[in-house]
């Protein structure tokens, strides 16, 4: 009797033990077990992560890919909740290994494939919770076509009378849809340097099938689709059709690289902002988003968009007419670019906000006149992101110290100025006492000289010169001034804190 009791202890124990082992899976996505030593300290505290609260969680899954949220919510009760909380699933980005596996290709070796039972079993579990999609393709292009082909299908099958349960609602909740399209396909070793492919075929007309039945579509970016003529005239037919009056934010960004305006940004009435390369917009297009609730206006050029001097600006009755009609709107432009370049001008446009995220790009006195003359009236923010790629002069006749100071005097509405060229610190003070409405400057430190280099003004003061000779002599005495005169603590920012710059286009509207 005393030996079964024995031998029922020991059965106790190892059951037990194999209670605290469980299963892991691998880096290769292989299970494997994993035997936990018995830890006998009774004052060891239980874990408390499953009891945090739901706002928490969501911004932790929000982190991770969806296979490491799969992962997560086999965890616990709790976490496997959270799995299907609305802000997890705010954005869903599907790239070349989003739900694939490998294959070998006797041409190609081993390739990426989308893996369709996992595809299909995703959008079943989580279809209906989506609330936006993000294509970042860069090679496989059929995975991305199959991927819209997938949940286009899966929408229809949701919307039968007798539809299964779980695709019943699927994609419904979709609001925002994002496709940057890679039409760069040159080698990095390539002389040319950039060889532009754009979109189209059965890729475009599986994206159009799909943006058909996103009727709830609140936000829509297409980016470097470059697409020919005929293709571009015909690219927004569905999105008319389906979400004409919901749509709020539109990006058309090098739709096409020759000037092809594209008409039916002008049908969707409660657009509020729009982003669009110049391009692609000319004054019939300006006549039909006079009539519409536009508030924001954005002509982008990139490193894809022709050069300036090949694009035409709008006509000036045209700009005029859509002040007239639409007085609260305001035009942004702005360049980003990796090499020399300069945005093309609109005259008489309300342009509010003039950035550059390019390196290479120096202040030229001459555009700046220009920009002057066109937007004294309007401009509110003016400046160079990003570190310069180049050596800017130290002489003060070779310097933009005037040219700063001449924007600050005329355009009265002037809020943000970023400068990252050479200025001496009696032109920041300046700067400061100049502009009246200045409320952010960003400058760097290490372009700044301890220098009061400017000839004296008649129309200076004995007393403001011997302030601004004072002050000049050491950067705790401007950063203290300007802190003065701008009504907050204000610093100089090192190399480091001005690439994390981001220049806000809208502030001051």
Same mark, same amino acid.
């Given at each position: 009797?005393?030996?079964?009791?024995?031998?029922?202890?020991? +059965?106790?124990?190892?059951?037990?033990?194999?209670?605290?082992?469980?299963?892991?899976?691998?880096?290769?996505?292989?299970?494997?077990?994993?035997?936990?030593?018995?830890?006998?300290?009774?004052?060891?505290?239980?874990?408390?992560?499953?009891?945090?609260?739901?706002?928490?969680?969501?911004?932790?899954?929000?982190?991770?890919? #969806?296979?490491?949220?799969?992962?997560?919510?086999?965890?616990?009760?709790?976490?496997?909740?959270?799995?299907?909380? #609305?802000?997890?699933?705010?954005?869903?980005?599907?790239?070349?290994?989003?739900?694939?596996?490998?294959?070998?290709?006797?041409?190609?070796?081993?390739?990426?494939?989308?893996?369709?039972?996992?595809?299909?079993?995703?959008?079943?579990?989580?279809?209906?919770?989506?609330? +936006?999609?993000?294509?970042?393709?860069?090679?496989?292009?059929?995975?991305?076509?199959?991927?819209?082909?997938?949940?286009?299908?899966?929408?229809?099958?949701?919307?039968?009378?007798?539809?299964?349960?779980?695709?019943?609602?699927?994609?419904?909740?979709?609001?925002?849809?994002?496709?940057?399209?890679?039409?760069?396909?040159?080698?990095?070793?390539?002389?040319?340097?950039?060889?532009?492919? +754009?979109?189209?075929?059965?890729?475009?007309?599986?994206?159009?099938?799909?943006?058909?039945?996103?009727?709830?579509?609140?936000?829509?970016?297409?980016?470097?689709?470059?697409?020919?003529?005929?293709?571009?005239?015909?690219?927004?037919?569905?999105?008319?059709?389906?979400?004409?009056?919901?749509?709020?934010?539109?990006?058309?960004?090098?739709?096409?690289?020759?000037?092809?305006?594209?008409?039916?940004?002008?049908?969707?009435?409660?657009?509020?902002?729009?982003?669009?390369? #110049?391009?692609?917009?000319?004054?019939?297009?300006?006549?039909?988003?006079?009539?519409?609730?536009?508030?924001?206006?954005?002509?982008?050029?990139?490193?894809?968009?022709?050069?300036?001097?090949?694009?035409?600006?709008?006509?000036?009755?045209?700009?005029?007419?859509?002040?007239?009609?639409?007085?609260?709107?305001?035009?942004?432009?702005?360049?980003?670019?990796?090499?020399?370049?300069?945005?093309?001008?609109?005259?008489?446009?309300?342009?509010?906000?003039?950035?550059?995220?390019?390196?290479?790009?120096?202040?030229?006195?001459?555009?700046?006149?220009?920009?002057?003359?066109?937007?004294?009236?309007?401009?509110?923010?003016? +400046?160079?992101?990003?570190?310069?790629?180049?050596?800017? #002069?130290?002489?003060?006749?070779?310097?933009?110290?005037?040219?700063?100071?001449?924007?600050?005097?005329?355009?009265?509405?002037?809020?943000?100025?970023?400068?990252?060229?050479?200025?001496?610190?009696?032109?920041?003070?300046?700067?400061?006492?100049?502009?009246?409405?200045?409320?952010?400057?960003?400058?760097?430190?290490?372009?700044?000289?301890?220098?009061?280099?400017?000839?004296?003004?008649?129309?200076?003061?004995?007393?403001?010169?011997?302030?601004?000779?004072?002050?000049?002599?050491?950067?705790?005495?401007?950063?203290?001034?300007?802190?003065?005169?701008?009504?907050?603590?204000?610093?100089?920012?090192?190399?480091?804190?001005?690439?994390?710059?981001?220049?806000?286009?809208?502030?001051?509207?």
């Amino acid at each position: 009797m005393s030996e079964m009791s024995v031998a029922a202890r020991k +059965g106790s124990a190892q059951l037990d033990v194999m209670q605290k082992a469980g299963w892991k899976i691998d880096e290769n996505e292989k299970a494997c077990y994993i035997d936990v030593d018995e830890d006998n300290d009774e004052t060891t505290e239980e874990s408390k992560w499953c009891i945090l609260p739901d706002l928490i969680l969501e911004e932790i899954f929000t982190y991770l890919s #969806p296979k490491e949220r799969y992962y997560a919510g086999l965890v616990c009760r709790q976490w496997h909740r959270a799995f299907y909380l #609305p802000t997890v699933w705010n954005n869903f980005v599907v790239d070349d290994r989003t739900l694939t596996r490998p294959k070998y290709n006797y041409y190609s070796g081993w390739q990426y494939c989308l893996d369709h039972m996992r595809t299909q079993n995703c959008l079943s579990r989580i279809g209906r919770h989506l609330r +936006g999609i993000e294509f970042r393709p860069w090679h496989s292009f059929n995975n991305i076509f199959q991927f819209m082909t997938m949940l286009t299908w899966s929408m229809d099958k949701g919307k039968e009378l007798n539809a299964e349960p779980q695709l019943v609602g699927m994609g419904s909740r979709i609001r925002s849809l994002v496709y940057h399209f890679p039409c760069n396909m040159s080698q990095p070793n390539d002389p040319e340097g950039i060889k532009l492919f +754009g979109t189209g075929g059965q890729l475009l007309r599986g994206l159009k099938e799909l943006l058909l039945r996103l009727t709830e579509l609140h936000t829509l970016k297409l980016v470097d689709f470059v697409l020919e003529r005929f293709e571009a005239n015909h690219l927004l037919d569905e999105v008319v059709c389906s979400c004409c009056t919901k749509m709020r934010v539109l990006n058309l960004v090098n739709v096409t690289t020759m000037h092809c305006p594209i008409m039916h940004v002008g049908l969707f009435l409660n657009l509020q902002v729009l982003t669009i390369s #110049p391009q692609n917009i000319d004054d019939d297009v300006l006549s039909l988003l006079a009539d519409t609730k536009l508030r924001h206006l954005y002509l982008l050029q990139n490193c894809y968009t022709p050069n300036h001097l090949t694009i035409s600006a709008c006509g000036v009755k045209a700009w005029r007419s859509l002040k007239k009609t639409n007085p609260r709107m305001r035009v942004h432009l702005r360049l980003e670019n990796l090499v020399d370049g300069e945005v093309v001008l609109q005259p008489e446009a309300p342009v509010h906000s003039i950035t550059y995220w390019t390196p290479q790009t120096r202040v030229r006195a001459d555009l700046l006149v220009r920009m002057i003359d066109h937007y004294k009236n309007t401009l509110a923010v003016y +400046g160079h992101e990003l570190l310069p790629r180049f050596t800017s #002069p130290k002489p003060f006749n070779s310097r933009i110290d005037s040219l700063l100071v001449l924007i600050c005097r005329q355009c009265l509405n002037l809020d943000t100025l970023t400068v990252r060229e050479k200025v001496s610190t009696a032109t920041l003070l300046l700067i400061a006492r100049t502009a009246k409405n200045l409320r952010h400057l960003n400058v760097r430190r290490f372009a700044v000289i301890l220098r009061c280099d400017w000839p004296r003004h008649p129309e200076w003061s004995n007393e403001f010169h011997a302030w601004l000779r004072r002050n000049s002599r050491s950067y705790e005495a401007v950063e203290r001034e300007i802190s003065l005169i701008l009504g907050y603590k204000w610093q100089l920012l090192s190399d480091r804190d001005f690439k994390q710059v981001t220049v806000n286009a809208k502030s001051g509207a």
